[in-house]
């Protein structure tokens, strides 16, 4: 399995961000994907998840902000960011689990990518 992230950065408050991830290594269209995120000193939290039919989770911080998006044909599974917080600077992971089918998200991932940085600063 290999996860790799792109397209973290620094945004101001407000602004906007979309991390792409590209897969490789596994039966992408079956697996449930999705986006962890961690803080120094924190907890990782699942922020969102997508499973293969397009059902789709949402940490209660990021509800109505993000957007979880996969493309099967790519391998790829995006996070669109919008009102961005200063809150959501983390590291952000994508993620899976050996369940495949589907993510718990009270348990951590199995494996997940080198994590892009996203700072909201003004």
């Known amino acids: 399995v290999q996860l790799v992230e792109s397209g973290g950065g620094l945004v101001q408050p407000g602004g906007s961000l979309r991390l792409s991830c590209a897969a490789s290594?596994?039966?992408?269209?079956?697996?449930?994907m999705g986006w962890t995120r961690q803080v120094p000193g924190k907890e990782l939290e699942w922020v969102s998840v997508?499973?293969?039919?397009?059902?789709?989770y949402y940490a209660e911080s990021v509800k109505g902000r993000f957007t979880i998006s996969r493309d099967n044909a790519k391998n790829t599974v995006y996070l669109q960011m919008n009102s961005l917080k200063p809150e959501d600077t983390a590291v952000y992971c994508c993620?899976?689990?050996?369940?495949?089918?589907?993510?718990?998200?009270?348990?951590?991932?199995?494996?997940w990518g080198q994590g892009t940085q996203v700072t909201v600063s003004s």
């Open positions: 993620a899976t689990q050996d369940r495949a089918t589907i993510v718990v998200v009270d348990q951590p991932p199995d494996y």
């Open positions: 997508i499973y293969s039919d397009g059902f789709t």
């Open positions: 290594g596994f039966t992408f269209s079956s697996h449930a």
